[in-house]
């Protein structure tokens, strides 16, 4: 998730009336915004699945081989609860899991995109799992978070075909991602929170052995922040995945923040964003809130003026440096918090 810098409308590259089209459909994108978030959460997410498709694409390239996947497991009874699972194809015994949410800004995003990441991930000796879920607007929260919850207790109800080793689990995800799996920590770990939100949890505290968190929306003030700002993209996603316009206004918002819903239970955690990325804050304070807490944080933050600037998602493009580093310290993390049945790998 986002606030910048996608656009309600893609940029035109045509000749004078493409540009007259697109400006009669900017302003009534925004007109429609008085009634509802419908027609901006679908136009965000063509733009969201272009960048998407070019983000595969970079990380097909890094894949290795020897992993299998097992594609479109079905976890639960709605159209979107399917699963993929990865695993190195030498795999005789359980591997730990690394369960990886995408982002998309709750209205995009598909877990295909990541392929390539999960297989690296896979191929260093866990299962990683790649989950869908139901987009906004046409599904509101809690429908992630709760679909999610289902899709561990499929996974921990398969463990023993699936070749999942139940009792070391990490929760991950990147922006809006990043916000669920967060969300699902805290439901395991924070008393009365699952009756908050209204999901049941399906693991245990003793089964979650970290969180791996890139780049997302954790505070409801900030939230706020940015629409007072003028944010119209985070005013649309989060209307769009609420089904409340004036969402922020609704006492029952406040579970929707997970640093105001967090204990010392919760577990240690990796935290990563951008110098650049509008979400930045929210990572800062996360982690400020997880170490006020006493909980173990290990953060992966730059300075503000680093050059070149670290834009949302910056951890995906392994053709840079900062991406590259990233990966070696989700690999050590995941080691230290989970081990592995793998030589660890050299970095790349």
């Not at 733009?47 to 990380?59: D, H, I, N, P, S």
């Not at 899991?97 to 209205?107: K, R």
């Not at 995009?108 to 989950?131: I, N, R, S, T």
């Not at 995941?334 to 050299?346: F, K, V, Y």
Request: with cysteine.
């Amino acid at each position: 998730m986002s606030d910048q810098p996608t656009p309600l409308v893609p940029p035109s590259h045509g000749g004078l009336a493409d540009r007259i089209l697109r400006a009669v459909f900017a302003v009534a994108l925004r007109v429609s915004l008085w009634f509802s978030p419908r027609p901006a959460a679908l136009l965000v997410r063509r733009v969201f699945a272009v960048g998407g498709a070019k983000t595969a694409e970079a990380l097909d390239r890094h894949a290795p081989g020897e992993v299998i996947a097992l594609l479109d497991e079905r976890y639960g009874d709605e159209p979107d609860t399917l699963l993929d699972v990865y695993r190195p194809a030498s795999a005789t015994t359980p591997l730990p899991l690394l369960l990886w949410v995408h982002g998309g800004g709750f209205v995009g995003g598909a877990k295909e995109e990541l392929a390539g990441y999960f297989k690296l991930l896979a191929h260093d000796g866990y299962a990683v799992v790649g989950p869908r879920y139901s987009l906004a607007p046409a599904h509101h929260y809690p429908t992630p978070p709760r679909q999610m919850m289902d899709a561990l207790g499929y996974l921990i109800s398969n463990s023993d075909r699936l070749l999942i080793d139940p009792e070391r689990i990490v929760l991950a995800g990147d922006s809006a991602g990043a916000h669920i799996a967060a969300q699902l920590a805290a439901l395991v770990t924070t008393p009365g929170y699952s009756a908050a939100v209204g999901v049941n949890p399906t693991i245990t505290s003793a089964q979650l052995r970290g969180v791996l968190l890139a780049c997302g929306p954790y505070d409801l003030g900030l939230a706020r922040q940015s629409i007072e700002a003028g944010s119209r993209f985070v005013q649309i996603v989060l209307w769009a995945y609420t089904g409340k316009r004036h969402f922020l206004d609704d006492p029952a918002a406040a579970a929707w923040s997970l640093t105001d819903n967090l204990t010392p239970s919760f577990p240690p955690a990796l935290v990563t964003v951008g110098n650049a990325d509008p979400l930045r804050p929210h990572s800062e304070l996360l982690a400020e809130k997880l170490r006020l807490h006493g909980v173990t944080v290990e953060t992966v933050f730059y300075p503000h003026d680093h050059q070149p600037p670290l834009g949302h998602e910056y951890q995906f493009d392994l053709d840079t440096d900062p991406g590259r580093m990233f990966l070696d310290r989700a690999r050590a993390f995941l080691r230290q918090r989970l081990g592995s049945s793998q030589p660890s790998p050299a970095s790349m």
